[in-house]
């Protein structure tokens, strides 16, 4: 069952107990409690060298947006490589409608933000997640040069209901002299196989608790990552 599916049979419950439930007045969980764990990435690939960097609020980024859509809540955390030779970038938005995420999405699509990482490939239609509750998504390689065997940024932008998620794979930057150029990268299947669990992660903390309904049918339009493509 997708999210939009989840909230909406928690607004029927709340309406037959006679709330009111006004809409999405919050969003569900803190967008800090849908992020990974700072072990999650090591524990996932223990043999590739990766340690956590940080994490922290992105408010004041989204603060500086003239948008009427704004986050409600947002934070990132990221994690490195060893001799910084890649990055993974985890960020989680909350919204409080579907209305809000939508057009958040919609408007902030990595795919045409940053003249200096344009779209090399849309490989969206390479992805597929069975039990994955994302309502949309896209990846993207978006480094200066980049193919499916080889990009130097890789992006998966999803949202799950009034949640956004972005995941970013950075290459490092490799240095001729005093210059530093963003290094190969790694191949779509890879970048692939760090996308599954962090929308795993996601999908299982989203459907926490989730009640079992009377069919696995979901909604029209809903749930695109959870079928094949």
Do not use: H
Not at 64 to 84: C, I, N, T, Y
């Amino acid at each position: 069952m997708r999210v939009a599916a989840l909230l909406l049979f928690g607004a029927l419950m709340t309406s037959c107990s006679g709330g009111d439930d006004g809409g999405l007045s919050e969003p569900l969980q803190p967008a800090a409690d849908l992020l990974a764990e700072p072990e999650f990435v090591s524990d996932q690939w223990p043999n590739e060298d990766w340690g956590f960097d940080w994490t922290g609020s992105i408010k004041d980024t989204y603060e500086q947006m003239s948008l009427e859509f704004l986050p409600v809540d947002g934070v990132r955390s990221r994690w490195a490589k060893d001799e910084a030779s890649g990055f993974l970038d985890q960020e989680v938005s909350s919204f409080s409608s579907y209305a809000d995420a939508e057009d958040y999405f919609r408007d902030f699509d990595p795919r045409s933000l940053d003249e200096d990482f344009p779209l090399r490939l849309d490989a969206s239609s390479s992805y597929s997640n069975p039990v994955s509750v994302a309502d949309e998504a896209n990846v993207y390689c978006l480094g200066q040069e980049g193919a499916r065997d080889q990009c130097g940024v890789w992006t998966y932008w999803a949202r799950y209901g009034p949640y956004v998620l972005r995941l970013d794979y950075i290459a490092g930057l490799v240095f001729d002299e005093d210059t530093g150029v963003l290094g190969p990268g790694i191949s779509l299947e890879k970048f692939l196989s760090y996308t599954k669990p962090f929308d795993d992660l996601l999908t299982d903390a989203l459907t926490a608790g989730e009640p079992e309904q009377a069919s696995s049918t979901p909604p029209a339009g809903l749930g695109l990552v959870g079928r094949s493509v």
